[in-house]
């Protein structure tokens, strides 16, 4: 494995699949002067492009997703996981999944505008709003432009119930919003915690907060009365999987409520980046990792299909789900999920209702 702290995750930068869409002027983004302070030129730029959104609220009706609705503050993710599932999404800016996704972002800041506008329509039917199902909501950039938070303002406002993923100790600055409404059972925060071993987390997710930075938060929100679970997403294996129990132990240990994991996932163009990955940190065992990764999914990189893509199939698979729910019943985990309530819900106040 390298022994250097990655500063990127993903080795290319490889062409993706174009959509021909205009291209707009960027900004820098503010880790570029922390790259800066050691004297060296940064090896490459973040920039961070103004989208002007439409909606703000994106729905699905996949049948192995437990939420219909999401909000995504950002576009692309600095945090730069290598696996991350999202990376083919920065091709419909004509970018590639590479550097691209994790340098070049877009930031929403009409975001709770758009969000009190669609919440006040006539016939708004509330449910949960999850929060980096795509990328992360508390990823660097959030510190500047703060677009999470403002649309969680919108939300506590109204009584709205939300879920949050992140893998940032950052969602522990918005306790202050997030306390008075788990209180009440309209919000809860997954932590997502794939490694413990900080030379695998430094190229895994290489500008992540360290994972005991992770673990701390979920004892702080824990402490302040917010439900909340962990994820360990994705399992690697012949990296990350034996670390499963360990992970397990450790998240019942700072006050989580639950666990899940999900087995490593490498749709589209995440699967040419993974294995390039592979051959640059871990080299002595990229074969044996794609040939336990083929055999989760059914012989190939990916499984598209809904259901078994969230969790494998075959003996890997069935072993992987074993040891999880002896893990479990060790830590003292039941069956806790995410469940917050919809039925507090008013619409936001109109320009007129302000007044008063």
């Known amino acids: 494995m390298a022994k250097d702290r990655a500063v990127r995750g993903a080795t290319l930068n490889d062409e993706s699949r174009r959509f021909n869409l205009p291209q707009t002027e960027a900004d820098g983004d503010w880790l570029d002067a922390r790259d800066d302070l050691d004297g060296a030129a940064p090896k490459l730029r973040t920039s961070v492009t103004v989208e002007t959104a439409r909606?703000?609220?994106?729905?699905?009706?996949?049948?192995?997703?437990?939420?219909?609705?999401?909000?995504?503050?950002?576009?692309?993710?600095?945090?730069?996981?290598?696996?991350?599932?999202?990376?083919?999404?920065?091709?419909?800016?004509?970018?590639?999944?590479?550097?691209?996704?994790?340098?070049?972002?877009?930031?929403?800041?009409?975001?709770?505008?758009?969000?009190?506008?669609?919440?006040?329509?006539?016939?708004?039917?509330?449910?949960?709003?999850?929060?980096?199902?795509?990328?992360?909501?508390?990823?660097?950039i959030e510190q500047d432009w703060r677009i999470t938070r403002a649309c969680l303002a919108v939300l506590a406002e109204c009584d709205h119930p939300l879920t949050i993923t992140t893998k940032s100790d950052r969602v522990t600055r918005d306790i202050d919003l997030l306390a008075p409404m788990a209180a009440k059972g309209l919000a809860s925060v997954c932590l997502s915690i794939t490694s413990l071993e900080p030379r695998i987390a430094m190229t895994l997710e290489p500008r992540a907060p360290a994972p005991a930075r992770r673990l701390a938060a979920v004892r702080k929100l824990s402490a302040a009365g917010i439900p909340v679970y962990v994820s360990i997403a994705p399992v690697i294996p012949g990296i990350t999987d034996h670390e499963l129990e360990t992970i397990v132990a450790q998240a019942a240990a700072a006050g989580a409520r639950s666990a899940f994991f999900i087995p490593v996932r490498l749709p589209h163009e995440v699967a040419p980046l993974f294995r390039a990955w592979l051959d640059t940190h871990f080299p002595?065992?990229?074969?044996?990792?794609?040939?336990?990764?083929?055999?989760?999914?059914?012989?190939?990189?990916?499984?598209?299909?809904?259901?078994?893509?969230?969790?494998?199939?075959?003996?890997?698979?069935?072993?992987?789900?074993?040891?999880?729910?002896?893990?479990?019943?060790?830590?003292?985990?039941?069956?806790?999920?995410?469940?917050?309530?919809?039925?507090?819900?008013?619409?936001?106040a109109g320009p007129q209702g302000e007044l008063f």
Request: hydrophobic content about 30%.
């Open 284 to 348: 002595d065992r990229a074969g044996k990792v794609m040939a336990t990764i083929r055999d989760l999914r059914g012989g190939r990189d990916n499984d598209p299909g809904f259901h078994t893509r969230m969790q494998g199939q075959g003996p890997w698979a069935e072993l992987l789900r074993t040891r999880f729910r002896i893990a479990c019943r060790k830590a003292g985990f039941g069956d806790a999920r995410m469940a917050v309530r919809s039925d507090l819900f008013r619409p936001p």
């Open 55 to 140: 909606t703000i609220i994106s729905r699905n009706s996949s049948p192995d997703i437990g939420f219909d609705r999401s909000i995504n503050p950002y576009r692309g993710c600095e945090h730069g996981c290598i696996y991350c599932f999202a990376r083919p999404t920065h091709a419909y800016h004509d970018l590639s999944p590479g550097l691209d996704f994790e340098s070049r972002l877009f930031a929403k800041p009409n975001a709770a505008d758009l969000l009190r506008a669609e919440l006040a329509k006539p016939g708004y039917v509330p449910r949960p709003i999850a929060f980096g199902t795509n990328t992360d909501p508390y990823q660097p």
